[in-house]
């Protein structure tokens, strides 16, 4: 039977694609990105920088959000800034971070499902 042929059925039909898919170089380093949002601390961290005006939080208003140790904050900030997601910068005693808005769309692009969701489907059934 060839990767084509479904048992009952016959030969699969080809369909076209509405867009074009991922290679395997985008989908690690995307992978990489979707990783460091998938913890539920880091998510949080996300979104309460791109709460604060401007898409831009003092480490000092994140800190206080979450009962954890200053270092595990850092550590989540890191990875954060590690997979492009958000950038810092010291001023004075303090990082500042903010949201890296093309990393965020580039996320969301890809989750785009404009079409695939109420687009037809058709169904074979048995």
């Known amino acids: 039977m060839s990767k084509q042929e479904l048992p009952g ?20 380093e995307l992978a990489r990105s979707f990783k460091a949002v998938a913890d539920p601390v880091r998510l949080r961290l996300l979104s309460l920088i ?3 005006e401007g898409g831009e ?8 959000a979450f009962e954890l140790s ?8 890191k990875v ?7 950038a810092s910068d010291r001023r004075g005693t303090w990082i500042y971070y903010r949201i890296q ?6 996320l969301a692009g890809v989750l785009h499902l404009d079409g695939v969701l109420t687009g037809a489907r058709t169904e074979v059934t048995a």
């Open 9 to 28: 059925i016959g030969l699969c039909a080809p369909t076209s694609r509405t867009r074009e898919a991922l290679s395997a170089e985008q989908a690690a």
């Open 50 to 52: 791109a709460a604060h």
């Open 57 to 64: 939080a003092c480490v000092c208003d994140l800190t206080e």
């Open 70 to 77: 200053g270092p595990t904050i850092s550590h989540h900030l």
């Open 80 to 86: 954060l800034r590690e997979a492009g997601l958000i």
């Open 101 to 106: 808005p093309e990393a965020l769309a580039e």
